[in-house]
């Protein structure tokens, strides 16, 4: 239907001489199917044909996906894509929006997700969330991360409660930075201490899945990399699928990789064959820098 | 950490959370129940507001008016010719008490003679004068007429909608009686009350009216609109556009949003020591209500009027100011004109504040009985809400219901106020 | 001459005064070859010229027209040599005078009245013609200064808007003067009133009763000024009044803001809003004549009595009045919490309402007692809900099925109808409005300062 090219989209390097005669990709192309390996045999969560729908505008086409236990799913593609949305979806963070409907057939550990009995408290006690800004409460520091605890009743006592802080905090990685001022409020804190701070809170209610939703874009380098450290050492405990911006970041963290196009998932890989040897000219031109 | 832990530690929280979940979700349930009866309480409070004054006060449009064969009998009257100096001292009275006697012959004794006159309002007279005044060639001849009756007559009548005895409060039996036999011979109804809209005040509420009333609302309103619109917007335009930042703009800003919580009655002891006390103005006056009310309604203005400067994007001021306008220029060509909706909703609003207020016109002594129109803005006066006031206090029932409507008038002027505040805030609202 | 035809007289003149200076910076232009060579435009020569006519003697005819009785009624006073020594009779005495002068004859006046009467009449007469006389010399003279002082190098457009900017730094000063009136109306005369009556008698006194005997031997001869039962009736309606306000208009801007679907928001809010557009004379009406007798008779059903003027009527209309005040304003502070925050809370698993309490309404908690508070101070300075519907007792009571009486009522009761202003009675008043005024202002301002405080945390 058309053949937008590079020079129509745009940002493509500036940098690069106007000289250079570049591949035309058509990046409106209508997805079929998904390429690569986009199922798994260890599952935690398996989504198949989902829609997600924003009133009458439709988000999200067909997509199935597996992320298996102990993993980092990596979800990467340009900006409105829809990455965000699906991920949404996995903990049922979509129901707050108004208008927003989700049909497919998503399940975790084979319990569907979007069952009309479902109870989205104790999911959503499953499959934690860390946000995209640091989104401390204005609370101390102790109290945040004694928030989850506390609404589930999962302490009975104090010091179970103050074993569980400490235990999250260590995890997280704040432990050594913050034990001198659990009762500082949490806003107190600089930006990268602040997300590890959310995603203590996270781990707090013993989730099995930790959404991460671009965590890292306002955070400083040093900051950066101190989340991804630590997102390489919570895999051994949890499944762990993150959206983000930065392709390096999904290259240096996840297992596997999953790019999205236009509400469509073009393909998902292991980690290594996406950014070396991409099988979709879409994927292809969007590592490579040509759009995005 | 093995992995079968993991998941032990795991399904031990499970457990723990699906214990608390029944009585989680219960407290959800209780606390949406409780915002849902908040909003019910909210809107059952308006329906029930506005069902309570409409069932009082629909009555009121309606008087009950007595239709009598009046003879302008020059003996009874005592005038031989029909001019204004005569007519103050015609004997009405008389000729209404004649065409009673007549349609009522059978009705002798002093006290019961009394019952029956008292049965057409004593404001009657005046409305044959009025008549007779403007129809000369009626002296001598006879017509129908129809006269307002007692407002117990009217009260009774009222009541005998809702049950078959009717209220008997002020009526005698004997009363009752003629009435009954007057309203099915068609000759008593209740016909749409004029007087209601065309008089002032009178202690008979059958002849009491809320022109004056309203007249003085207006004027008040006048005096108020003039003084506080232009002082408003420049106000808002110097802090919005020129004022530095520094002690004393903040000391400006602090008293506007102070005042806008002051209570109004204190603007009333403002008015009162300084206007009427010492500026000698005079008592009553929509004048001096006017100002009160200007100093009251600056701050919603100001306040409104700085919003609307402060939706005018920095990008028109910028384009003017870089073709060489002076900052006034900017201010009065460009950001002016398209601040103006806002400016004017704000105003409306500041306006129905201000038509609605009575607790300051009360101290500046707007709470005079006044029969006559005012007819200037230094003429003693009163104001519809004080009007409501005076009403609510007076013992008869009549006035219940006449208080009623008037709040019910009010309360129109006030719809249609804010209506058109939204409507022009609608329609002139832009978006950048 | 007729203040309002000096008025319109001066307006020609400035009309005059304005086509003049058009006219002549258009002739000039003429002469040097275009409009450019002038330094401003025709019309800020004819606004230049205007302003000189008109200001000045504009601002004479002010202050004139506000001061000329207060000069002639001293001058007339001063004239007459001996006067009575109460202001209340001075009053009368004048009062007398100016009837005389106007024609209307009172009785026989004694000759010394009736010279007073006569040197006021020449008074009168003198003064509006000086008036007239200065105000059109004044309009006449400086206006043609200005027309002749005319020169096409005059920064025309500078000047005219110097001026238009002191006239917007006046206008912005209105709040500063509506202030300082305030406070010198109320603080002048509770000063008199705390001469007479002790100013702790005032604050501590258990007693009130305003009323002052005409004559010594009267009963009750003494009025007792003790202002406590004022203050705990006051008190008392408005602890009803947030009981009932606070709540309701918490939970259900809550239920507004965080459960309700776009639909119902814009059909309940609206409805919810007109309770804030009803006069408040029309609650005073519906407390006493709807709500009042409703408890009286629920009361009685019940066992108990309740006087026909009750506190918990006025509280109970009071309240619902104050719904859409709290609701809009905690509205307002709980929409500025961020999305942010409630996602963080409901990710982790919270319920709503457990997110709304343990994490919202803290977050937003600053802003709501604010608004509480600004609440509260509506509530104590509301005058007609409690004049019609709680009484004028002054009970000292915590039964809420009694009459009480509140302050505003007392400032009410005490200031209409016929009042003399040197006695306690009314200077009790302004005492009384002087309580009112810095409560309210106390309240107002820690507010106001907390609200602005939690705007800011999260701009």
């Not at chain 2, 016909?191 to 008040?220: C, H, K, W």
């Not at chain 3, 500063?176 to 006194?205: C, D, K």
Request: proline share 5%; net charge neutral.
């Amino acid at each position: 239907m058309n053949t937008m090219t590079l020079d129509t989209a745009g940002h493509a390097a500036p940098a690069q001489p106007q000289t250079v005669e570049r591949e035309t990709v058509d990046t409106q192309t209508v997805v079929k199917e998904t390429v690569g390996q986009p199922l798994c045999d260890n599952a935690k969560l398996s989504m198949r044909n989902v829609n997600v729908f924003y009133g009458e505008a439709q988000a999200i086409h067909d997509v199935s996906l597996d992320i298996g236990r102990n993993e980092v799913v990596a979800m990467i593609g340009p900006s409105g894509c829809g990455k965000s949305t699906f991920l949404r979806c996995l903990n049922r963070m979509n129901d707050t929006i108004e208008g927003c409907r989700v049909d497919g057939d998503l399940t975790l550990d084979g319990e569907a997700i979007y069952g009309p009995k479902v109870d989205v408290v104790p999911l959503r006690a499953r499959v934690g969330m860390v946000f995209q800004k640091p989104n401390p409460f204005p609370k101390t520091i102790y109290e945040n991360v004694a928030y989850g605890p506390k609404i589930h009743g999962i302490a009975s006592r104090r010091a179970e409660l103050d074993e569980i802080v400490e235990d999250s905090l260590r995890r997280a990685g704040l432990w050594n930075e913050v034990k001198d001022r659990l009762d500082k409020p949490g806003t107190g804190l600089s930006g990268g201490q602040q997300q590890r701070l959310c995603i203590a809170r996270a781990i707090a209610v013993s989730p099995e899945v930790i959404l991460m939703d671009e965590p890292c874009s306002a955070l400083d380098p040093i900051a950066t990399a101190r989340i991804e450290e630590l997102i390489d050492e919570l895999r051994e405990k949890y499944t762990i699928a993150i959206v983000t911006h930065s392709m390096q970041q999904a290259a240096r963290v996840s297992q596997r990789t999953a790019y999205f196009h236009l509400g469509h998932l073009v393909e998902v890989n292991d980690t290594e064959t996406v950014f070396t040897n991409p099988q979709h000219a879409l994927t292809e031109a969007y590592i490579t820098g040509r759009f995005g | 950490m093995t992995d079968s832990n993991q998941s032990n530690g795991h399904s031990s929280v499970r457990e723990r959370i699906e214990q608390g979940l029944a009585r989680r979700h219960r407290k959800e349930k209780i606390f949406r129940g409780l915002g849902i009866a908040s909003i019910a309480f909210g809107i059952l409070v308006v329906a029930l507001l506005f069902t309570d004054i409409i069932s009082k006060g629909a009555g009121a449009f309606r008087q009950t008016a007595i239709e009598l064969q009046i003879t302008y009998d020059p003996a009874v009257l005592g005038i031989d010719k029909v001019d204004h100096e005569s007519l103050t001292w015609a004997n009405f009275t008389g000729v209404i008490r004649e065409s009673l006697r007549a349609r009522f012959p059978e009705v002798s004794g002093r006290s019961d003679k009394r019952e029956l006159y008292s049965m057409v309002s004593s404001g009657a007279p005046f409305t044959l004068r009025d008549r007779l005044e403007a129809n000369p060639e009626l002296l001598g001849k006879t017509e129908q007429v129809w006269l307002a009756a007692d407002d117990d007559v009217d009260t009774f009548v009222k009541s005998l909608d809702d049950s078959k005895e009717g209220f008997r409060g002020r009526t005698s039996e004997m009363m009752a009686g003629w009435i009954q036999q007057l309203l099915k011979s068609g000759e008593l109804k209740r016909r749409f009350n004029t007087a209601f809209f065309t008089n002032g005040d009178s202690r008979e509420p059958e002849q009491a009216g809320i022109r004056a009333a309203l007249v003085g609302s207006l004027l008040t309103l006048l005096v108020t609109l003039v003084l506080s619109f232009p002082i408003g917007v420049a106000a808002a335009i110097y802090l919005e556009e020129y004022a530095p930042k520094n002690r004393w703009t903040d000391l400006i800003e602090v008293n506007i949003n102070n005042l806008a919580a002051v209570p109004s009655i204190v603007f009333g002891l403002l008015g009162l020591a300084i206007f009427i006390n010492f500026f000698e103005l005079p008592r009553s006056a929509p004048l001096v209500g006017g100002l009160v009310l200007t100093l009251m309604t600056l701050p919603t203005i100001i306040i409104s009027s700085r919003a609307a400067l402060k939706a005018v994007p920095p990008s028109i001021r910028e384009a003017a100011m870089g073709m060489g306008a002076s900052r006034m220029q900017v201010v009065f060509h460009h950001v002016l004109p398209l601040a103006m909706p806002g400016m004017l909703t704000g105003a409306i609003i500041g306006m129905a504040q201000a038509l609605g207020e009575t607790a300051p016109l009360l101290m500046i002594g707007m709470v005079a009985f006044i029969v006559d129109v005012p007819g200037g803005v230094t003429d003693p006066a009163t104001v519809l809400p004080v009007q409501i006031f005076l009403w609510a206090d007076s013992p008869e029932r009549a006035f219940v219901e006449r208080t009623s409507a008037a709040i019910m008038v009010l309360l129109s002027f006030l719809i249609v106020m804010n209506a058109s505040a939204v409507w022009l805030r609608k329609k002139l609202e832009r978006r950048w | 001459m007729q203040t309002s035809t000096l008025f319109a007289l001066l307006l020609l003149l400035v009309l005059v005064a304005y086509g003049t200076g058009f006219s002549r910076a258009v002739a000039a232009a003429r002469g040097r070859g275009g409009l450019r060579n002038l330094a401003a435009l025709p019309s800020y020569y004819g606004l230049h010229t205007a302003l000189w006519c008109g200001l000045p003697a504009l601002l004479l005819l002010g202050g004139w027209l506000l001061f000329d009785d207060a000069i002639i009624r001293a001058l007339v006073m001063n004239s007459l040599p001996d006067k009575p020594d109460t202001v209340a009779g001075q009053n009368l005495l004048y009062a007398q005078i100016q009837n005389l002068a106007a024609g209307h004859l009172l009785g026989d006046a004694s000759p010394q009245v009736q010279a007073a009467a006569e040197h006021f009449s020449t008074l009168q007469q003198r003064g509006s013609v000086l008036q007239a006389a200065l105000t059109l010399i004044l309009a006449i003279g400086l206006g043609a200064i200005a027309v002749l002082r005319f020169s096409p190098q005059l920064r025309a457009r500078e000047k005219v808007e110097s001026v238009l900017k002191a006239v917007l730094i006046t206008c912005a000063c209105a709040a500063i003067f509506t202030t300082v009136g305030i406070l010198l109306s109320v603080l002048f005369e509770s000063l008199r009133f705390f001469h007479e009556v002790p100013i702790t008698e005032f604050l501590f006194g258990l007693q009130w009763s305003p009323q002052m005997a005409m004559r010594a031997d009267q009963v009750g001869s003494s009025g007792a000024f003790g202002a406590v039962p004022l203050f705990t009736g006051t008190l008392m309606v408005s602890a009803i009044a947030m009981f009932v306000a606070v709540p309701v208009g918490l939970m259900s801007a809550i239920y507004l803001a965080e459960y309700a679907s776009a639909r119902v928001r814009n059909l309940a809010k609206p409805v919810i809003e007109i309770l804030a557009g009803v006069p408040t004379v029309v609650y005073g009406f519906f407390a006493a004549l709807t709500v009042a007798p409703f408890i009286r008779e629920t009361a009685a059903a019940v066992g108990l009595h309740a006087s026909s003027e009750s506190a918990l009527a006025a509280g109970l209309v009071m309240g619902i009045m104050i719904i859409p005040f709290v609701s809009s304003l905690s509205d307002d502070v709980i929409n500025a919490v961020p999305q942010s925050l409630r996602d963080g809370a409901l990710g982790l698993g919270s319920t709503k309402s457990e997110t709304v309490r343990k994490v919202v309404i803290p977050a937003a908690l600053p802003g709501i007692v604010g608004g509480v508070l600004l609440a509260v101070s509506r509530a104590i300075g509301e005058t007609m809900i409690v004049v019609m519907a709680a009484g004028m007792a002054a009970n000292l009571t915590a039964n809420p099925l009694e009459s009480v009486t509140t302050v505003t009522v007392q400032i009410v009761t005490l200031l209409v109808g016929d009042q003399e202003f040197d006695s306690p009675k009314t200077l009790a008043a302004f005492a009384l409005g002087l309580m009112l005024f810095l409560s309210t202002l106390v309240l107002n301002f820690i507010a106001l300062h907390v609200v602005k405080k939690y705007r800011e945390q999260y701009d």
